[in-house]
């Protein structure tokens, strides 16, 4: 890693995956700035990072204010986890209501691209830009009742994709990337269900994403280990 600490925003860091992700970046000397839509939740599980900020992330008025506040008290962020999500199933294609593909839609995708069109910028300018989201084994597995969400998770791997052709033209050092899992599970390594990632190998992920090694894999899809 850099000399000068840097500075990583965590999106969806109330989540088991973000509160991983959180702490073993701060272990390892990283600025981390937490970011969830209940500040009461960020101040009771991640008071150790840096600072925490409510925001909706879907809201880009929101996210532009957010950029604002870190700008001022930070400066710019040379990486962003962005780790919101959801998951919603169904009977079949027929099964596949409005209202699931309206929530996975709002906060995979939406949260996804009001992010990064607010500090792509950042990214692009950081001497090492980072950036990297969980996808799904969904995506190349599609099946009917999971339609909605390897939809979303498609579209969200597709803007990555283009935001690491961005990097690969305009910035020497910047990784983008698609962690893909087939599930996530909170139990510790040795006690997670077969073929969930635990948080934990996630958060292993966080810290090899700020290695020189990423920038080879800059536009492709990282399938973390299973249980």
Known sequence: MNQTP????????TSASGI???????????????????????D???PFAEARFACDLADFAAVRELAESIHAAYGPIDGL???VG?????????????EDWDFLH??????????????????LASPSGRLAIVSAEAVQNPTPSNANYGAAKAAAEHWVNAIARLFSKNAENASAISWVVKALSDSAPGEAAA?????????????????????ALN???VALPQA
């Not at 840097?6 to 860091?13: C, D, F, S, T």
């Not at 709002?106 to 990214?123: G, K």
């Open 6 to 13: 840097r500075l990583v925003l965590i999106a969806g860091a």
């Open 20 to 42: 991983a992700c959180a702490q073993a970046l701060g272990d390892a000397g990283v600025r981390v700035l937490a970011v969830g839509s209940n500040q009461a939740r960020l």
């Open 44 to 46: 009771e599980r991640l």
């Open 81 to 83: 986890i962005h780790l």
């Open 86 to 98: 959801g998951w919603r199933g169904g009977k079949s294609i027929a099964g596949q209501s409005d």
């Open 106 to 123: 709002r906060s995979i995708l939406t949260t996804l691209r009001n992010t990064t069109r607010v500090f792509v910028d950042d990214l």
């Open 195 to 215: 073929g969930h990632t635990p948080v934990a190998w996630l958060a292993d992920a966080a810290l090899e994403l700020l290695s020189d090694q990423s920038v």
């Open 219 to 221: 536009g492709t899809r």
